[in-house]
């Protein structure tokens, strides 16, 4: 491990993976088809909702949304693992600058995903515990300011950590053991006192990540008290499977995001982070859509009418 001066660093290597370097090859065949997947499975998405007229409800605008946002973090986070995958340890070079705007892209991808859950487990509280005014208040302008309120959010927060995370001073390596530039792997490099940052992750990073997660779970309260009141078995099996697919994408997500970063620097585990992180940011984009599909009726249908008139052109 090389130790190098404060002032010299212009570039990191990412290292993890590298005691699997005799399966480099199956890792990267692995990763390029959840990648390809992924991108595929999402477009596909966001294919058919802006096709299909019958699609046009505010809860598939905001899937759509969240189908692109997928698509953005795979691509910050999995072509750099592959290209590590077909070089040696000492190649796998990313710049101080690059590394940065990894990060800032990074959480912002990541962050808007988790605004985007809060935001559709709003639209399922409203559709299901004041349907007569579901028309009336979740109306496309209203859809697009939450979908913007999302993105400006995460924005100015990813701007901030990246911001204090590039004043850090590394002394000791250079060698991020990671397969992306991350705050938690920077800050163990780091010589400089990381309280700030920790800090700022658990109070600003609170808000951000865990606010929308106590969201979820208190529109999913009302939810569930709402569907308790009717009568009949199958109409609550009808209303709750509405919100099952959803609920799936947000325990796999948010319970992974909530172990990487809600914890002292102090516990860090190269084994588990890698693990945890490797399943929101590529197993996580790469399922959403197959949840989606699989539990939702008028995705179905639709997308077999899309099939049928492919086969029929």
Same mark, same amino acid.
């Given at each position: 491990?090389?130790t190098?001066?404060?002032s010299s660093?212009?570039?990191?290597?990412?290292?993890t993976?590298?005691?699997?370097?005799?399966?480099?090859?199956?890792?990267?065949?692995?990763?390029f088809?959840?990648?390809?997947?992924?991108?595929?499975?999402?477009?596909?998405?966001?294919?058919?909702?802006?096709?299909?007229?019958?699609?046009?409800?505010?809860?598939?605008?905001?899937l759509?949304n969240?189908?692109?946002?997928?698509?953005?973090?795979?691509l910050?986070?999995v072509p750099? &693992?592959?290209?590590?995958?077909?070089?040696?340890l000492?190649?796998?070079v990313?710049?101080f600058?690059?590394?940065?705007t990894?990060?800032?892209?990074?959480l912002?991808?990541?962050?808007?995903?988790?605004?985007?859950?809060a935001?559709?487990?709003?639209?399922?509280?409203?559709?299901?515990?004041?349907?007569?005014? %579901?028309?009336?208040?979740?109306?496309?302008?209203?859809?697009?300011?939450?979908?913007?309120?999302?993105?400006?959010?995460?924005?100015?927060?990813?701007?901030?950590h990246?911001?204090?995370t590039?004043?850090?001073? %590394?002394?000791?390596?250079n060698q991020?053991n990671?397969?992306?530039?991350?705050?938690?792997?920077?800050?163990?490099?780091?010589?400089?006192?990381?309280?700030?940052?920790?800090?700022?992750?658990?109070?600003?990073?609170?808000i951000?990540v865990a606010?929308?997660?106590?969201?979820?779970?208190?529109?999913?309260?009302?939810?569930?008290?709402?569907?308790?009141?009717?009568?009949?078995?199958?109409?609550?099996?009808?209303?709750?499977?509405?919100?099952?697919?959803?609920?799936?994408?947000?325990?796999?997500?948010?319970?992974?995001?909530?172990?990487?970063?809600?914890?002292?620097?102090?516990? %860090?585990?190269?084994?588990?982070?890698?693990?945890a992180?490797v399943?929101?940011?590529?197993?996580?984009? &790469?399922?959403?859509?197959?949840i %989606?599909?699989?539990r939702?009726?008028?995705?179905?249908?639709?997308?077999?009418?899309?099939?049928?008139?492919?086969?029929?052109?």
């Amino acid at each position: 491990m090389e130790t190098i001066n404060s002032s010299s660093v212009t570039e990191f290597i990412l290292s993890t993976f590298a005691d699997l370097h005799d399966y480099q090859l199956e890792l990267f065949v692995v990763f390029f088809s959840i990648l390809t997947i992924s991108i595929t499975g999402n477009l596909a998405i966001i294919t058919l909702i802006f096709s299909d007229p019958h699609l046009q409800a505010p809860m598939y605008f905001f899937l759509a949304n969240l189908s692109f946002v997928d698509i953005c973090l795979s691509l910050v986070t999995v072509p750099q &693992m592959l290209k590590n995958f077909l070089i040696d340890l000492k190649r796998r070079v990313i710049l101080f600058g690059g590394c940065m705007t990894q990060i800032y892209f990074f959480l912002t991808f990541a962050n808007v995903e988790d605004f985007l859950l809060a935001v559709m487990a709003y639209d399922r509280y409203v559709a299901i515990c004041d349907p007569l005014h %579901y028309v009336l208040v979740m109306n496309r302008r209203l859809s697009a300011q939450l979908v913007a309120i999302c993105w400006i959010l995460s924005t100015a927060n990813a701007i901030l950590h990246t911001t204090l995370t590039s004043r850090l001073s %590394y002394c000791e390596s250079n060698q991020i053991n990671h397969y992306l530039c991350d705050m938690v792997p920077l800050f163990k490099l780091s010589c400089s006192d990381t309280t700030i940052n920790e800090l700022v992750i658990f109070t600003e990073g609170s808000i951000v990540v865990a606010g929308p997660f106590l969201f979820i779970i208190a529109s999913y309260v009302r939810i569930i008290f709402a569907i308790l009141k009717i009568r009949s078995a199958e109409g609550r099996r009808k209303v709750f499977s509405t919100c099952s697919s959803h609920l799936a994408v947000v325990t796999f997500y948010f319970g992974t995001i909530l172990f990487m970063y809600f914890r002292p620097s102090s516990s %860090y585990s190269l084994t588990k982070d890698r693990v945890a992180s490797v399943m929101y940011t590529t197993l996580a984009p &790469m399922l959403n859509p197959f949840i %989606y599909t699989l539990r939702n009726k008028d995705v179905q249908q639709a997308s077999r009418k899309l099939f049928s008139r492919i086969s029929h052109a």
